[in-house]
């Protein structure tokens, strides 16, 4: 069993309010590291086997059809260990 | 004259929206977002609420529901849709419509009867008001921000496609204030505030809201 990661991000230029509300509250909480923060999601995907290059260009259309809007997010695929 | 509005599991305001099309003087006809099947309605709304319990993203789901196929086809034939709301959300996701509603400014759920500018009065859904008409309709949601690259920004108001725009406070943070957007052929038409619920002064801010639905009777007597 392979587990088949897809990130999506809103693109640099859209605002995230979710994000700059977190952002705002890490140094509430005594976290001054963050000099911004930046919100998306995770989706993983289980699939039987070693995932082949077909079905990593499918999860790729599907990530592009359904899981992000391209219009305002970005995606990227990628196996995990 | 029939009007069809569309029931998605979690649509909340399509029963205001047939009030509505009965007030302005049509049928209204129950669609259902399971069956692909019009019915041989004139003219179509997507009503606002959580479709799919907004999951995903706003719209996102609903986009791929089988009664969209059919409306996706019959709007690029020129059929009048309007999306209210969830309604928006959803011609956006269909690519109907460009650009894209995301989370308002301030994270706020918002619910305020807002002033509105109606900036396009050549579409089939705002041909009843006049020219830079003001009126005040409600606007609830929470993700409202209308987004979209510069150049799509550029060409929607190059073409006259804002057809309503925020006047006071800026609610939501949407781009150049847009409160609605139409396709270039006019048929289209998203609009985040809903003129359904401010169709007599009964039970809404004004009856402002049913110059909308008047609109597209005028549209398709006149064809």
């Given at each position: 069993m392979a587990k088949i990661v897809v990130d999506v991000m809103l693109k640099p230029e859209i605002l995230d309010p979710q994000g700059q509300a977190i952002g705002a509250a890490l140094p509430r909480l005594g976290?001054?590291?963050?000099?911004s923060v930046r919100q998306g999601k995770r989706f993983e995907i289980e699939i039987e086997g070693e995932p082949t290059q077909a079905q990593l260009d499918e999860v790729a259309r599907a990530a592009e059809t359904v899981l992000a809007n391209p219009v305002i997010e970005n995606f990227s695929v990628r196996v995990e260990k | 004259m029939k009007v069809g509005v569309v029931t998605f599991?979690?649509?909340?305001?399509d029963h205001d929206a047939a009030r509505a099309v009965r007030a302005a003087g049509a049928e209204s006809v129950a669609l259902w977002h399971?069956?692909?099947?019009?019915?041989?309605?004139?003219a179509v709304i997507l009503p606002g609420g959580f479709s799919?319990?907004?999951?995903?993203?706003?719209?996102a789901i609903s986009?791929?529901?089988?009664v969209m196929t059919s409306i996706i086809e019959e709007a690029n034939n020129g059929m009048p849709v309007l999306g209210i709301c969830n309604g928006f959300q959803v011609l956006c996701e269909s690519h109907l419509l460009p650009g894209a509603l995301t989370r308002n400014q301030g994270l706020h759920f918002l619910c305020t009867d807002q002033l509105l500018r109606?900036?396009?009065?050549?579409t089939a859904w705002t041909?009843?008001?006049?020219?830079?008409a003001e009126i005040v309709i409600p606007l609830k949601n929470g993700e409202g921000s209308y987004q979209c690259d510069d150049a799509t920004l550029e060409m929607l108001e190059k073409d006259g496609r804002v057809i309503a725009r925020y006047l006071?406070?800026?609610?939501?943070?949407s781009r150049n204030r847009i409160a609605g957007i139409s396709n270039a052929r006019g048929n289209v038409v998203g609009l985040m505030p809903h003129p359904e619920h401010a169709i007599d002064s009964l039970t809404g801010?004004?009856?402002?809201?049913?110059s909308f639905f008047t609109s597209v009777l005028t549209q398709m007597v006149g064809k």
């Open positions: 976290f001054s590291f963050a000099k | 599991p979690g649509s909340l305001d399971a069956d692909a099947d019009l019915h041989g309605v004139d799919y319990g907004d999951y995903l993203r706003c719209g986009r791929f529901a089988p109606i900036e396009n009065t050549n041909s009843s008001f006049s020219p830079g006071g406070q800026d609610p939501n943070g801010p004004s009856a402002n809201g049913l």
